[in-house]
C-alpha cells in the first residue's frame, strides 16, 4: 500500500496536471532579434500587453478566423525586457482554441513568479481575435531538474550581423558563469585548505576552462552546420540569404548591356541590413532603401516588402514602372531589371 502511495505521489509529481492535456501543447521559436524594428513592420495589426503569473505554461483559450502570431519576452528585471529574449508562436485560427505555451525552455524561467510582454501581432489589416481565458499553469516540482538541464544545452541567442553580442547561458534565470565560477572557487578553497598541491590547483581552473569552452564549442559547431547546410542546400546564409548570389547576379546583368556602375534600389519593410550586406558583396554598385532622383536606377530588389508585379509592371515602395524579373530567391527574394532585353 504504502508503494502503491508513493508511485501516486511520484507521478503526480512529475506528469502535467489533469486539466492541461485538453489544450494544445506549443513550443515557442527564439526570433533572434536585436531590435524590434526587425519584426513589427511584418506586422499591420498589432496589440501588445503584459502579464504576470507563476508556472510553466501560459494557457489561453481564444477565437480567431485567422492565424496569428505571437511574440512573448519575460523581464529580465522591473525595467522591461531585450528584444533578444523574444520568442515567436503562431496561433492557429479557431473558435474557442485551448492552447497551452511552454514557457520553460527560456533560460530566463524559473519556478517563481515572471512578468511578461505579449505582442499579438498579424499581417491582416482587419483581425477579430478575442481572447477568452489566459492564466499560468503550474510546473510539477520533479520537472524542474530536467527542464535546467535542458536549458543548459539550449542554443546561445546568435546570429550573423554586422555585431553581436554574446549574453552567455543561464539556467532557472541564474548565469552558468556566476554559477560555475563560484563552485570552482569553492573547490579551490577546499584544496587549499587540504594543502593540495600548486599542480592541482593549476589543474582544477585548466579543466574548468576546458567544460565551460567545450560548451561553446558544441553551440558553434552547430552554428558551423547550420549554416554549411543551408549554404550548400539553398544557397543561403543567415540573416545574409541569398546575397552573395544577388550581387553576382546584379554584376552579370551590367557586364552584359556594358552599363556604368549599376544603381539597384531595395524595396523592403524591414531594416537596412540587406541592403547593407548587398552593398558591401556587390560593390562598386551602389545600393539605396531610398530612390534617388539624380542616379540612373538599373535594378529593384523586393525584399519583404508589400508589392506586385501585374504585365512586366512592377508597384512597391517608392517604385513604379516597367521592369523584367531576372530572379526569384529562396529567401522570398525576387530581383527585377530596368535595362532592356538582350
Known sequence: MKRLLALAVFFFCVSPFPHAHAADLLVPKPTIARDESQLLPHYTTQTSMTTEGKGGYLHIVYSSSQPFDLLIAPFRSSRGYLPIDLSRVHMPAGKHRDVRIDLTGSPLWSPGQHKYYLLFGSAQKSVDTAVEDMSFLPTPLLQV???????????????????????????????????????????L?????????????????????????????????????????????????????????????????????????????????????????????????????????????THVL?????WSETGGTLHC??????????????????LYSLLPAE
Not at 553580442?165 to 548565469?175: D, E, K, P
Not at 593549476?202 to 574548468?208: E, F, I, K, M, S
Not at 517604385?319 to 522570398?332: H, M
Open 145 to 187: 531538474p530536467i527542464i535546467a538541464v535542458r536549458q543548459f544545452f539550449e542554443a546561445e541567442s546568435y546570429q550573423i550581423s554586422s555585431y553581436h553580442t554574446l549574453l552567455g547561458y543561464r539556467v532557472l534565470t541564474v548565469s552558468v558563469t556566476l554559477l560555475g565560477g563560484c563552485i570552482v572557487l569553492l573547490t
Open 189 to 297: 578553497l577546499m584544496l587549499l585548505i587540504r594543502k593540495a598541491q600548486p599542480s592541482t590547483l593549476l589543474g582544477v581552473l585548466v579543466l574548468a576552462m576546458l567544460a565551460y569552452n567545450m560548451r561553446f564549442s558544441l553551440d558553434l559547431i552547430r552554428f558551423t552546420a547550420h549554416h554549411l547546410q543551408q549554404w550548400y542546400g539553398e544557397g543561403l546564409y543567415s540573416r545574409a540569404g541569398a546575397v552573395v548570389h544577388i550581387a553576382q547576379d546584379v554584376q552579370a546583368d551590367q557586364q552584359k548591356h556594358s552599363f556604368g556602375a549599376p544603381y539597384v534600389y531595395v524595396c523592403t519593410d524591414d531594416t537596412n541590413y540587406y541592403a547593407k550586406m548587398l552593398r558591401y558583396h556587390a560593390y562598386p554598385v551602389t545600393v539605396a532603401t531610398d530612390l534617388q532622383s539624380d542616379a540612373p536606377l
Open 302 to 306: 523586393v525584399h519583404h516588402s508589400q
Open 317 to 334: 515602395g517608392q517604385f513604379e514602372g516597367t521592369v523584367r524579373k531576372l530572379a526569384d530567391y529562396p529567401d522570398n527574394t525576387h
